[in-house]
């Protein structure tokens, strides 16, 4: 059983910054792709961003290339999304993934989750 525990969030104002931590415990962290998701109210779930399981390839839905960036230390067993230029349509709950062997943009597709995590940007 792995257990993703993530950190950071919060309220921010448009053009700012935050960086999103997930930390995993249980089986080898390096041998799952992670991603990170959003569900904003009243919409589904969607892919933001996700990264392999060597931290070398990494893979962006279109709003988030250019602003967002994934990364991984696997000596930490930590998985880490970097959120630059926050607009207020990136408000929504964040989830950080883990479990296929390749990083893959459906939420189907993995097994263990975070407990989730509010972005707001507003003024």
């Known amino acids: 059983q792995v257990r993703l525990v993530q950190s950071g969030g919060g309220l921010v104002e448009p053009g700012g910054s935050l960086r999103l931590s997930c930390a995993a415990s249980g089986r080898t962290f390096s041998i799952f792709a992670m991603g990170w998701f959003r569900q904003a109210p009243g919409k589904e779930r969607e892919f933001v961003a996700g990264?392999?399981?060597?931290?070398?390839?990494?893979y962006y839905a279109d709003s988030a290339k250019g602003r967002f960036t994934i990364s991984r230390d696997n000596a930490k067993n930590t998985v880490y999304l970097q959120m630059n230029s926050l607009k207020p349509e990136d408000t929504a709950v964040y989830y950080c993934?883990?479990?296929?062997?390749?990083?893959?943009?459906?939420?189907?597709?993995?097994?263990?989750w975070g407990q989730g995590t509010q972005v707001t940007v507003s003024s």
């Open positions: 990264i392999s399981r060597s931290g070398t390839g990494t």
């Open positions: 993934a883990g479990g296929p062997s390749v990083a893959d943009i459906r939420a189907s597709r993995y097994d263990y």
